[in-house]
């Protein structure tokens, strides 16, 4: 028993499959246009006015400085006024920080004023004070503790006898011999600074 071949067309099946697929084409388009609304083109309205443009600079608008007028020079007119006189003459002493509100760097503080110092004044001269002719006939002796303030060249500024157990004209003659001593001044932070100091005079009859 034969069997029997069938045979297909490809070129007719092709032909079939393209008309079959453009035909669902169609109409898939025709239904999604139907489905969703037509849009209604409109005319564009304006909203609002329309008004000038406001255009920033990129730089700063640098007003431009107008220079003030110079003084006038002063001419000096001869016064009788002794305010007037007093307030043109220029002090030398430490009033003249004190006008301006600052402190003057020369001056003496009071004993017992605290200031701070790291190594304190070493004493490198001292001078014998000159023994008074009448204690001496009297035989009187002692001490004197004399009060100085070294300033930052090492020089005493200021001598004052803090306690004395002899006489008046001992404690002048020790107070001229504190002038004559010499110090290395006190540092603080590697500077110098001035500060109070306390030194024994003696007056001891040999």
């Known amino acids: 028993m034969k069997k029997r071949v069938e045979v297909v067309d490809l070129k007719k099946r092709v032909e079939l499959y393209y008309r079959?697929?453009?035909t669902l084409s169609v109409s898939l388009f025709i239904l999604l246009f139907q489905l969703f609304p037509r849009y209604n083109l409109h005319p564009y309205k304006m909203t609002g006015k329309i008004g000038p443009t406001k255009v920033l600079p990129t730089d700063p608008i640098v007003k431009p400085?107008?220079?003030?007028?110079?003084?006038k020079k002063r001419i000096p007119v001869e016064t009788e006024n002794p305010e007037e006189i007093r307030n043109a003459i220029i002090p030398s002493d430490s009033t003249l920080f004190q006008r301006?509100?600052?402190?003057?760097?020369?001056?003496?503080?009071?004993?017992?004023?605290?200031i701070a110092f790291e190594t304190g004044p070493e004493i490198i001269y001292a001078?014998?004070?000159?023994?008074?002719?009448?204690a001496r006939v009297a035989g009187i002796e002692g001490r004197v503790i004399l009060q100085l303030f070294v300033g930052k060249d090492g020089k005493p500024k200021k001598v004052l006898v803090l306690k004395s157990e002899v006489t008046e004209d001992c404690n002048m003659a020790a107070i001229k011999a504190g002038w004559s001593f010499k110090f290395k001044p006190a540092m603080q932070r590697d500077k110098p600074v001035g500060v109070w100091v306390s030194m024994p005079v003696v007056f001891r009859l040999k």
């Open 20 to 22: 079959f697929s453009i």
């Open 65 to 71: 400085v107008v220079p003030k007028e110079l003084p």
């Open 100 to 114: 301006f509100g600052e402190k003057d760097p020369n001056e003496i503080p009071d004993p017992g004023t605290f």
């Open 127 to 134: 001078a014998a004070p000159e023994y008074p002719k009448i």
